[in-house]
């Protein structure tokens, strides 16, 4: 079956460590996304890749560095800098970056950092 | 701008009818859409909009009207299932970068 894989589903950090969220789609897509949500806002756009070794910031990269060496992959990493890494973090993916396209999400990751 | 508006809560009862609306202001508008979240799981897509008018999938309708930056999903039959958060969101420009709205829990009650 096709589809998106984050994983872990739950990660807890202790403040001051990085941490890597990892995800996977076998969906052939060439568009990744990542958002985080938080209690009582709307998902937000951490960084978008339309292509292999290609990605672009989104609204609220600061504290965030992410990757794209294989079309299936695009590992988020949240920094130490990030003031307020806890969120639900969730990885999508479209075709393409064409408008009209839906977004398929993965399961997500609940971050915690004490 | 970006702002993209929709209730936080609605209540509504088994088998009725349910309205949930979005606005938004934005520029470079070039589509919505609606999505359905379930606590702790990721958003399913309902529905996609770009030109005004009315997109009919089964139990869930989808209206756009661009020119007052309004859109509203309709919800007929409801089952208990079907609570959960809607989210309106719009893409921009010439991509598919998406801005959401902050969701309407949707409470269904016998």
């Known amino acids: 079956d096709g589809g998106i894989t984050q994983s872990p589903k739950y990660l807890f950090r202790k403040e001051g460590q990085n941490v890597t969220l990892s995800c996977e789609q076998n969906?052939?897509?060439?568009?990744m996304y990542w958002y985080r949500q938080d209690p009582g806002q709307g998902l937000r756009l951490i960084y978008y890749?339309?292509?292999?070794?290609?990605?672009q910031k989104g609204d609220i990269a600061e504290g965030y560095s992410v990757s794209r060496e294989k079309k299936e992959s695009f590992p988020l990493t949240v920094t130490s800098a990030q003031k307020n890494p806890t969120a639900f973090y969730l990885c999508?993916?479209?075709?393409?970056?064409?408008?009209?396209?839906?977004?398929?999400f993965g399961p997500g990751t609940r971050l915690t950092v004490t | 701008g970006q702002n993209i508006d929709q209730p936080t809560e609605m209540t509504a009862t088994e088998g009725a009818i349910v309205q949930i609306n979005c606005t938004y202001q934005?520029?470079?508008?070039?589509?919505l859409f609606w999505y359905q979240q379930h606590a702790g799981e990721a958003p399913t897509f309902l529905s996609y909009?770009?030109?005004?008018g009315l997109e009919e999938k089964g139990r869930f309708s989808s209206f756009l009207s661009r020119s007052k930056g309004y859109s509203y999903l309709l919800l007929k039959e409801l089952q208990m299932k079907d609570s959960a958060s809607y989210l309106c969101?719009?893409?921009?420009?010439?991509?598919?970068?998406?801005?959401f709205g902050t969701g309407t829990q949707l409470k269904v009650e016998l």
């Open positions: 999508a993916s479209s075709i393409d970056l064409a408008g009209g396209y839906e977004q398929y």
């Open positions: 969906l052939n897509h060439d568009a």
């Open positions: 890749s339309q292509i292999v070794n290609d990605f």
């Open positions: 934005t520029s470079g508008f070039n589509g």
């Open positions: 909009n770009v030109l005004d």
């Open positions: 969101a719009v893409s921009l420009g010439g991509g598919n970068k998406l801005t």
